[in-house]
């Protein structure tokens, strides 16, 4: 007879038979696999995966490949730092004894682009966070007028870390006018 109480107690579990016992828990597992596979298919829905127009998302390779720029800076800022110090080679500014032994920029190994605004400069030598500054800046000074694409000149130092950032906008010999 069934009581006000309608869960089923230890004793009615008891009072099953065996078939009823198996379809019971055949039942409940049906549910809660049915469950699992309902919350796994949403969480595996990512709305925010993909751009509204539904295009591909481009790859980091494809976005490293779209952000090289397409003339070589690097280049053009080394024939121009070149030109402007009046050398062949940035060695040479060394081993001559009239020119400033001190400066950073006859350390310099190569140049590198960065991004279509962006040039590293590599340094053999280490240099501290104020020196690499005030390297940056003057050769900033030196291209910055010839080559209006350079937004930035990063310096990096014999350590491989870079050591400063240096803007257009800080160098106040290229903002005289504006």
């Known amino acids: 007879m069934p009581t006000t109480n309608d869960k089923p107690n230890k004793k009615e579990w ?3 038979s065996n078939a ?6 055949i039942f409940i597992a049906v549910i809660v696999i049915g ?3 309902i919350i796994r298919a949403i969480a595996s829905v990512n709305i925010f995966d ?3 127009n539904d295009q591909p998302r481009a790859t980091s390779q494809q976005e490293a490949t779209e952000a090289k720029p397409e003339v070589n800076l690097a280049e053009l800022t080394e024939q121009e730092l070149k030109t402007q110090l009046g050398v062949n080679s940035f060695a040479e500014g060394l081993s001559d004894p009239k020119r400033d032994q001190t400066s950073a920029l006859w350390h310099i190994s190569d140049l590198e682009n960065v991004n279509s605004s962006t040039v590293r400069i590599n340094i053999q030598t280490r240099l501290d966070k104020d020196e690499a500054k005030r390297a940056g800046t003057v050769a900033f000074g030196l291209v910055g007028g010839q080559l209006e694409q350079v937004k930035t000149i990063v ?4 350590s491989g870390v870079d050591k400063a950032n240096v803007y257009r906008n800080d160098v106040p010999v290229l903002n ?3």
């Open 176 to 178: 005289v006018g504006n």
């Open 35 to 37: 469950a699992f596979l």
């Open 155 to 158: 310096i990096r130092d014999a």
């Open 14 to 16: 008891k009072n099953l």
């Open 20 to 25: 009823e016992k198996i379809i019971a828990l």
């Open 50 to 52: 993909q751009p509204a």
